[in-house]
Nanobody, 115 residues
Framework: QEQLVESGGGLVQPGGSLRLSCAAS????????MGWYRQAPGKQRELVAQ???????KYADSVKGRFTISRDNAKKTVYLQMNGLKPEDTAVYYC?????????WGQGTQVTVSS
């Protein structure tokens, strides 16, 4: 069993930056895949970015060049640095981890981009 705890959301003006963190706690020594998803009101949850334990990354087209995902394997933590935020980035951001064939989700953190 793994528990994921996100932090770092909040209110930011357009063009601003935020850094999200997600720490996993549990018995797993290694987490193969960690990622960030988001869900805006009335929309489906979508992939924002993901990263393997080897550091291979994948981004949604809408965030390429603005967001950067990284991880610290020793701390079982994944980060999402978000720069150049736009109002359309407003959503609840969820951390996701794939461990030993099971998927775990965090509780979500709200990101609001507004002037």
């Amino acid at each position: 069993q793994e528990q994921l705890v996100e932090s770092g959301g909040g209110l930011v003006q357009p063009g601003g930056s935020l850094r999200l963190s997600c720490a996993a706690s549990g018995s797993a020594d290694r987490i193969n895949l960690m990622g960030w998803y988001r869900q805006a009101p009335g929309k489906q949850r979508e992939l924002v970015a993901q990263i393997t334990s080897a550091g291979t990354t994948k981004y949604a087209d809408s965030v390429k060049g603005r967001f950067t995902i990284s991880r610290d394997n020793a701390k079982k933590t994944v980060y999402l640095q978000m720069n150049g935020l736009k109002p359309e980035d407003t959503a609840v951001y969820y951390c996701r981890a794939f461990v030993d064939g099971r998927v775990y989700w965090g509780q979500g953190t709200q990101v609001t981009v507004s002037s």
